[in-house]
């Protein structure tokens, strides 16, 4: 039970550059979510979704595009990467808990 | 509005000691509430969860936490620290468990000193 698998686990960009940063789950979990990290700042909402077909923003959704295709995928789409995106991101599914990815660390230069 | 906070952004203390990190929440609801552990370079692993049921908590590694109503908080401890406890700590809120929401805390980073 692989549970909730991110790719890559790292990244660099250059300003500018596009690149989707892939989420998939294998416990048919219907919510599913992006975060990101930001030291000191805690885990802050990117976009969620509540089921195939069902995406909505979070606290910071500006920059990124997420699709729900399926109830396994939940890819998130940076279009034109800027430092300020340099950060940690998790995907994250939840039933009676959350269920996170081992994340994706993106640098931004 | 819900939120979550953390009161102390690092805590450090001698192996064998108490724990004590402190997490106060408002929610318009009955929240569930949770305690997530995150060691460096890692993903978050859950440790604890309160779900309106016992209002004293068990997780694991010995950590427990006790749910007050009445002072809104859910703080976490264990009696006696390890060197492997070093770790970043976040107490979550899901205020509304139909929309799913989770809200952070913006952690606490525990040291464990020899």
């Known amino acids: 039970n692989a549970g909730v698998t991110q790719t890559p686990k790292f990244r660099i960009l250059k300003i500018g550059q596009s690149m989707t940063l892939q989420c998939t789950q294998d416990m048919n979990h219907n919510y599913m979510y992006w975060y990101r990290q930001d030291p000191g700042m805690g885990l802050k909402l990117i976009y969620y979704?509540?089921?195939?077909?069902?995406?909505d923003k979070g606290e910071v959704p500006n920059g990124y595009n997420v699709s729900r295709s399926t109830t396994e995928d939940f890819p998130l789409r940076l279009e034109l990467a800027a430092p300020s995106q340099t950060s940690v991101y998790f995907c994250a599914t939840l039933s009676t808990e959350a269920f996170f990815g081992q994340g994706t660390r993106l640098t931004v230069v | 509005a819900q939120s979550v906070t953390q009161l102390d952004s690092h805590v450090s203390v001698s192996e064998g000691t108490p724990v004590l990190l402190r997490c106060n929440y408002s929610s318009s609801y009955s929240p569930s509430l949770f305690w997530y552990v995150q060691h460096p370079n890692k993903g978050l692993q859950l440790l604890l969860k309160?779900?309106?049921?016992?209002?004293l908590v068990k997780g694991i590694n010995g950590f427990e936490a006790e749910f007050k109503k009445s002072e809104t908080s859910f703080h976490l401890t264990k009696p006696s620290a390890h060197m492997s406890d070093a770790a970043e700590y976040f107490c979550?809120?899901?205020?509304?468990?139909?929309?799913?929401?989770?809200?952070f805390g913006k952690g606490t980073k525990l040291s464990v000193k020899p």
């Open positions: 979550v809120v899901s205020p509304e468990r139909s929309q799913g929401n989770l809200i």
């Open positions: 979704s509540v089921g195939a077909g069902i995406t």
């Open positions: 309160y779900t309106s049921a016992a209002t």
